[in-house]
């Protein structure tokens, strides 16, 4: 059986409306997990997270999501936050888009991670969206598996047909 995917594309370039602000989805341990913003459009909804790590959660992040370049080095292991996203009655795991890179620093002898993923769910312009599920997790740098109901600040209509006389 296949695995229903949310696809990695990026969210239209100009449009949307905000239907939900900011919400902090999971904290541990030297890191954080923030929903930063659900912007509907059209076709479908953009979910903006972001992912602030640091000390040892950002050292194993920098290590699990680093360029796999040598195919001999057995600890060449690769990881990102997973996140799956449901709507309606339709759960899958969602593909990131990231515009811009992963950002790492290090200032003061503290390593920092952060990361700013953004994933596309398209949707039925005939049926309306009044909240999302957001489940993510990353056990390589210790986020413990979460779930977050989201209800949008106003649903996301459906397109209306137009009524008859």
């Not at 902090?24 to 913003?37: E, F, K, P, S, Y």
């Not at 309306?128 to 997790?137: H, K, L, M, S």
């Given at each position: 059986m296949r695995t229903h995917r949310w696809p990695e594309n990026p969210a239209p370039a100009y449009g949307g409306?905000?239907?939900?602000?900011?919400?902090?989805?999971?904290?541990?341990?030297?890191?954080?997990?923030?929903?930063?913003?659900?912007v509907a459009y059209d076709t479908g909804l953009a979910v903006h997270l972001a992912l602030t790590a640091a000390a040892d959660p950002a050292r194993w992040a920098r290590h699990q999501s680093r360029p796999l370049t040598?195919?001999?080095d057995l600890s060449a292991r690769w990881s990102y936050l997973d996140v799956w996203l449901g709507i309606i009655d339709h759960l899958a795991v969602a593909d990131?888009?990231?515009?811009?890179?992963?950002?790492?620093?290090?200032?003061?002898?503290?390593?920092?991670?952060?990361?700013?993923?953004?994933?596309?769910i398209p949707t039925?312009?005939?049926?309306?969206?009044?909240?999302?599920?957001?489940?993510?997790?990353?056990l390589e740098i210790g986020l413990e598996p979460t779930?977050?109901?989201i209800a949008l600040d106003r649903p996301v209509n459906p397109q209306r047909t137009p009524s008859r006389f």
């Open positions: 409306t905000e239907v939900h602000g900011q919400r902090l989805l999971a904290t541990g341990h030297q890191l954080t997990l923030h929903l930063t913003r659900v040598d195919p001999q990131p888009y990231r515009p811009r890179p992963d950002v790492h620093a290090s200032a003061a002898g503290i390593c920092t991670y952060r990361t700013e993923p953004q994933y596309w039925d312009p005939l049926v309306a969206v009044r909240a999302i599920t957001v489940t993510a997790e990353w779930v977050a109901a």
